[in-house]
């Protein structure tokens, strides 16, 4: 099954969240077909990366969306995995087995403008009598095309942006309850995957390097 990364149009950091998750990904994941970056294109990339240039044109919610529908209108795997640059999988995994992971329900008050998007989700869950789990689990989610385009009609207004992993997961799928696996320092949890709370620099950064050292199949050699 292929593998969907969707990036920013700009980095701050030179795209090493992304070098350090492919390493990590070739290592633990045993069922990989193409990987594909939709966005920037990071210049490590080697040509065996499935690239499309899509310009970022709203918020982070309807450009994540935008650049997965335009992967599967190019022709991505009907099933695949959807990664964030910011994920290292830390234990062997296929995809086609990886579960599906939430945190418990939604709450109903936002602090943040994070939290507002995932207000706005449950709203509608609520109106369309979903279950509203909280998908936003930072770890990756496997995606069936077909059913990720149903969710098209949801990301027509642009002052209520909604996450489309916790409409795909409340829609489609049954999740396992777990933590957040978001930390600011390396801690691998059920999901098998970490998420960096924070940029990785210093001390964690160090010891990505360390753990990963060898270039991925996807990075062009001495880059």
């Known amino acids: ?18 070098r350090y998750s492919l390493r990590a990904l070739e ?31 709203g918020t982070w919610w309807q450009n994540a969306f935008r ?13 695949f995995l959807l990664m964030n640059d910011d994920f ?19 709450p109903d008050i936002a602090e943040n403008k994070y939290q507002q998007v995932i207000v706005n ?8 009598g979903k279950p509203f789990k909280h998908y936003g689990v930072h770890c990756p989610m496997r995606i069936n095309a077909e059913k990720y385009k149903q969710l098209s009609e949801f990301y027509t207004s642009v002052d209520n942006p909604v996450s489309a992993r916790c ?19 390396i801690k691998p949890s059920v999901t098998g995957c970490w998420s960096s709370k924070d940029w990785i620099t210093g001390d964690v950064f160090e010891k990505l390097q360390k753990l990963f050292p060898k270039p991925s199949k996807w990075e062009k050699e001495n880059e």
């Open 1 to 18: 099954m292929d593998v969907l990364y969707y990036i920013g149009s700009k980095s701050h950091h030179n795209n090493q969240e992304l």
């Open 27 to 57: 290592i633990h994941c045993k069922d990989i077909g193409d990987v594909w970056i939709v966005g920037n294109k990071p210049h490590f990339l080697n040509n065996n990366v499935k690239y499309m240039w899509v310009e970022d044109s």
């Open 67 to 79: 650049k997965t529908m335009e992967a599967i209108k190019a022709g991505i795997s009907e099933n």
């Open 88 to 106: 290292y999988m830390f234990k062997d995994f296929t995809i086609a087995d990886y579960p599906y992971y939430h945190r418990g329900e939604i």
């Open 121 to 128: 989700t449950k709203r509608i869950l609520q109106i369309l």
């Open 167 to 185: 409409l795909y997961g409340n829609f489609f799928c049954k999740g396992k309850k777990v933590s957040d696996c978001k930390f600011s320092d």
